[in-house]
């Protein structure tokens, strides 16, 4: 089984520029989430897809950054206009089980974009 | 705010055993797991704690009790392989908002021969 793939690995932009993430959950999870460590601190929640539906939100920093997932397959992560402070490792996660507002443990988690903003 | 407190590095020997802890403060808990990442790369699901006491998964095992809202992740048998960066991470128990993970800081675990 393949698990959850993210392009690209790295990405070098200058402030301003855009920048487009994608990620490609595991097969058949339906749960798919963003998480962003920037450097030195802790990985920290952006948003949250059941299928194509957006559950939660909450940890997306502002209105530059937009997340879509359609079809309920893959998803991609937008960065427009691009700031020094968006500079990090994006990670994706998928996971199976969705019960209500809960989900079963364990994310799986994809090998994450660098992402430099110079 | 939500926040999770764990060492921020252990050093141990090979073949030896390390308890790394984590104390937490959120807004409904549901649930604490542990993750490793090896290098910066894909963390990667170890062990998951939603009732109290121990699970055990081959050399590791994790505990967790809600009452002290702490738990900790113990690696037996230490293996050079096992020096990584460790995450505790909570569930939370709020609506809409129950599958993402509050994370804390990492313990980056240095296996020496």
């Not at chain 1, 749960?31 to 920037?38: A, F, I, Q, S, T």
């Not at chain 2, 002290?68 to 230490?78: F, H, I, P």
Request: hydrophobic share 30%; charged share 20%; with cysteine.
């Amino acid at each position: 089984e393949a698990g959850v793939t993210q392009f690209p690995s790295h990405s070098v932009i200058e402030k301003g520029q855009t920048v487009t993430l994608r990620c490609d959950p595991i097969s058949g999870h339906d749960n798919l989430y963003w998480y962003r460590r920037v450097m030195g601190k802790e990985i920290k929640f952006l948003l949250h897809f059941v299928k194509e539906s957006k559950q939660d939100e909450s940890g997306m920093p502002n209105n530059r950054f937009l997340a879509e997932r359609t079809g309920g397959t893959y998803s991609t992560l937008k960065v427009q206009p691009a700031e020094l402070e968006d500079s990090g490792v994006y990670f994706c996660a998928s996971s199976q089980y969705t019960s209500g507002s809960r989900t079963a443990p364990g994310q799986f988690f994809g090998p994450g974009t660098r992402l430099t903003v110079l | 705010g939500q926040s999770l407190e764990q060492p921020s590095e252990v050093t141990a020997v090979e073949g030896a055993i390390v308890q790394i802890n984590c104390t937490y403060q959120t807004s409904g808990f549901y649930g604490l797991s542990w993750y490793q990442q090896h290098d910066g790369g894909a963390p990667t699901f170890l062990s998951y704690n939603g009732l109290d006491g121990l699970e055990e998964t081959g050399r590791f095992s994790s505990f967790l009790s809600r009452s002290d809202s702490y738990g900790y992740l113990l690696l037996q048998e230490l293996q050079m392989k096992d020096s990584a960066s460790y995450f505790c991470a909570v569930s939370l128990l709020i609506y809409n908002q129950g599958g993402k993970l509050i994370f804390g800081q990492g313990t980056e675990l240095s296996v020496k021969p």
